[in-house]
């Protein structure tokens, strides 16, 4: 009698997980969770006007403390990634962001409000320096922007759950999506502290020197320049493409989160069957690429004036954003020496954190000008980055 057939994954899905590491994909599973459970910081700010009873203003300076702090996050975060190691900072800072977040959730005076928010905005992202350099100790070199890519795919899918299950949860209080929030940060913490080894290399506490030895990195700060233009560009949907586009273009708040959606669809379903491919290009013409798309796309915002025009716009932006998924991760762990990707890692997050404060001081001036004005002036940003890239991808070639 023969024996039964044991049914094979997809070939598809083989290729996605091959070459991979377990602790990798404990990492990439708790990231998920983590995702998943990202309900406060979507909703803040109307959590503090409507549950606190803030006004605007004082609103506003609450998350310019959460700036604040998110600004000093990336480079602390990178040191301590280098010294203490990945996986104690990682898990460390997920509790951390689990205490914050409960701390915010119970204050109810604006200086408790103001000391929670300035806490959260440091620790939360203390992760990102350390997975971004577990990634790299954990996978060879060749395999990186496919790993960076799932990380990335991970994220998106979760936050996209997590953001429909957090609008249902706000109806029935505010104080559920605190809970939630950080449990999901303790499981976070808790999964990779027992499934993911300490990756530090040897003697990396010993030789790491200062945050200076990479700045003295003109390859690494001059790449890190073409992030904070790719940074600048896309942090525009969270700051004034909803304000353009529902006060000036006329669209009701239904129609943008329909036309919105799209992104989210392309990135889960589209990014996983490219990335392999992607990852075998070179990366600094990959990445100069999808700069160039996502330019292109901003730009075109210029012109819409519908739902249908505003979902061709984010196609074409998308379509930038999934090419460029992975990339960047993986020319930051090829430029870093294996004793400073916490550093290195840490310098990449700073850009982000210094677009997400400096996006709406660029954006709302130049909205006033008129929409075209903005959107041209961010897809030009977008365009001057992919050339910047192209200058650079000879000394990255080189270094890798």
């Known amino acids: 009698m023969s024996s039964p057939t044991v049914e094979k994954p997809p070939s598809f899905l083989r290729a996605q997980v091959a070459g991979l590491p377990r602790p990798f994909w404990a990492l990439w599973g708790g990231t998920v969770v983590n995702r998943l459970g990202t309900m406060v910081m979507p909703f803040t700010g109307v959590y503090l006007t409507q549950s606190r009873g803030l006004s605007v203003a004082a609103a506003g300076l609450v998350m310019g403390v959460f700036g604040a702090g998110s600004l000093l996050s990336q480079p602390l975060a990178g040191t301590l990634a280098d010294r203490i190691g990945r996986r104690a900072t990682l898990s460390g800072g997920m509790l951390a962001t689990a205490a914050a977040l409960l701390a915010l959730g119970y204050s109810a005076t604006l200086p ?137 273009a006329g669209l009701s708040a239904a129609q943008y989160g329909l036309a919105m959606a799209l992104n989210g669809v392309l990135i ?34 210029g012109y819409v004036t519908s739902t ?62 008129g929409p075209r004005v903005l959107w041209w002036t961010i897809g030009a940003i977008g365009v001057v980055s992919a050339a910047g890239m192209v200058a650079l991808g000879p000394a990255i070639r080189r270094r890798a």
Do not use: C
Not at 269 to 285: A, E, F, H, M, N
């Open 112 to 248: 408790a409000i103001l000391a929670s928010m300035l806490v959260l905005g440091v620790v939360m992202d203390l992760y990102r320096p350390a997975s971004s350099a577990m990634v790299a100790d954990l996978v060879p070199p060749g395999e990186r922007p496919r790993a960076y890519g799932l990380l990335f795919w991970g994220i998106n899918l979760g936050y996209s759950v997590g953001m429909t299950a957090g609008g249902w949860l706000a109806g029935m209080g505010f104080l559920w999506l605190f809970w939630i929030d950080a449990v999901s940060s303790v499981v976070f913490a808790v999964l990779v502290w027992r499934a993911v080894p300490e990756t530090r290399p040897e003697g990396a506490r010993e030789s790491a020197g200062g945050f200076g030895a990479v700045l003295r990195d003109r390859v690494m700060v001059a790449f890190t320049l073409v992030v904070l233009g790719n940074a600048l560009v896309y942090a525009q949907t969270m700051t004034m493409l909803p304000v353009a586009m529902t006060k000036v």
């Open 268 to 301: 889960v379903v589209v990014q996983p069957l490219v990335s392999g491919w992607l990852g075998r290009r070179d990366p600094s013409r990959t990445f100069a690429l999808g700069l160039a798309v996502m330019g292109a796309g901003f730009a075109l915002t």
């Open 308 to 369: 249908l025009g505003l979902a061709v716009t984010v196609a074409v932006w998308t379509a930038g954003e999934i090419v460029t998924a992975g990339i960047a991760g993986g020319i930051v762990a090829a430029l870093a020496p294996a004793h400073l990707r916490g550093r290195y890692a840490g310098l990449f997050g700073l850009a982000w954190s210094a677009a997400a404060a400096l996006a709406p001081l660029l954006g709302g001036p130049l909205l006033e000008l």
